[in-house]
DNA sequence: TCCTACAATGGACTTTGTCCAAGTCAATAT
DNA sequence: ATATTGACTTGGACAAAGTCCATTGTAGGA
């Protein structure tokens, strides 16, 4: 956390109260906020903080490689501060969790060249869907 | 296609001319049509046609799994008629191009229980990344 | 042919996100 | 400690994608 705001200065970004706020409310492990989620929480530490800068200070963040944009349901994009292991989301169909996880074998692998259409494939991203366990017990 | 219509009049989907093009226009391999593609197009047969409309169809039909809704982008949801084999997604990073493909192997399988989180995990979506032959040429 | 329940319409509204001109401030140099 | 300056922030207007609803129209059965 602190190392993402050491790693930051370290490239020339210019520390501002808005983008630590920003930068302190995408911490710990299986966050995945939408961006008005995370102004609402960055606005409680600093009120005065405005939508544009919350999205600008995501997509800064983004193109530096320090969180990754997720999109699981074609509505608000999410932003994970995970972007160290490579990982695939599990959603809940019915509330919307998100979980990180780490499957054994690479995709990639599974995509022989005569499907690939000429392309060269360099990623793949991977959405399992079910049930949690909170929403199977109700 | 016109199968399609058979199956859903048996449903007891009630036919109208507006309904007619929007299945019409959803006709084909590799296609991956946004709403407001899907309008245009159907339009160009029943210039009357709302958008209200198409979007209640698209929702009817993926509704009775006729077609697929995909979000690939973050932006514009698509509606993919392919419903019937299960298959994956190749997009061109550049211009957005999607192929329908069908990868060896299920990917349910690479996702141990202890990654599962209690979850009851019933289905995976897979999108591969790359460049299309056309963008890497230019 | 008539009825009626279901479907279509279009316009208002919501959500999510982008853009811009003007004001503000972090970091450096003095 | 202060001045400077270019990068950062702000708020509001704007745009894209989609939903909602009261009204009007019509498909399909009696």
Redesign the pocket.
């Known amino acids: 956390m602190s190392d993402l705001l050491e790693r930051l200065?370290e490239r020339g970004?210019?520390?501002?109260?808005?983008?630590r706020v920003v930068a302190e409310v995408l911490n710990g492990d299986h966050v995945h906020l939408?961006?008005?989620e995370v102004h609402a929480r960055a606005a409680d530490r600093?009120p005065?903080?405005?939508?544009?800068?919350v999205?600008?200070?995501l997509?800064e963040l983004v193109s530096l490689g320090e969180i990754i944009e997720v999109?699981t349901d074609?509505?608000?994009?999410r932003y994970d501060p995970n972007a160290h292991r490579p990982h695939h989301h599990l959603v809940c169909s019915r509330c919307g969790t998100i979980r990180d996880v780490h499957p054994g074998g690479n995709p990639l692998d599974d995509l022989p060249a005569g499907e690939r259409f000429g392309f060269t494939v360099s990623d793949v991203e991977v959405t399992y869907r079910g049930v949690c366990p909170e929403c199977a017990a109700a």
Chains 1, 2 share one sequence.
């Open positions: 200065r970004w210019r520390l501002t109260a808005q983008r939408t961006a008005d600093l005065e903080i405005s939508r544009a800068t999205y600008n200070t997509g999109s074609g509505r608000a994009k």
